[in-house]
């Protein structure tokens, strides 16, 4: 059943003046206590597996309900469950990618040095067999 077009225009406005003024909510705070748009999303989706008939809960019972949600066989959780999870500061991760890289590419000459004395050594054998 469609509703009639003035509750969809209220609804509709009523949707603009929410993000509004959460947007101006959000130019009201301060760098630390906004939230990224991962966050956001995350929360997002927290909320959208909620059991309907828990919207009247308090703060503890939310937790709980947050915490068996989670629990359920989240895949993020999963993958990320038996892994030692550290933050690394952006230092630290440039110099272990740069090592990796040094790495790779000595491997790769090394390949290619061996590529070329195997060759050498190739044509050697050719010129003694004639």
């Given at each position: ?9 209220q609804l ?119």
């Amino acid at each position: 059943k469609i509703p009639p077009e003035n509750e969809i225009f209220q609804l509709r406005d009523a949707e603009r003046q929410r993000k509004k003024s959460d947007r101006e909510q959000q130019r009201a705070l301060r760098v630390h206590e906004k939230t990224t748009y991962a966050h956001q999303m995350r929360a997002r989706t927290l909320k959208a597996r909620q059991p309907f008939g828990d919207a009247d809960l308090d703060g503890a019972a939310l937790e709980d309900t947050k915490d068996q949600i989670i629990g359920q066989d989240d895949p993020l959780q999963l993958a990320t469950r038996d892994r030692n999870v550290e933050k690394e500061d952006l230092a630290s991760f440039v110099a272990k990618k740069r090592e990796m890289f040094l790495v790779q590419y000595s491997l790769g000459v090394k390949r290619d040095e061996m590529r070329k004395l195997e060759e050498i050594a190739q044509a050697e054998e050719r010129k003694l067999e004639k």
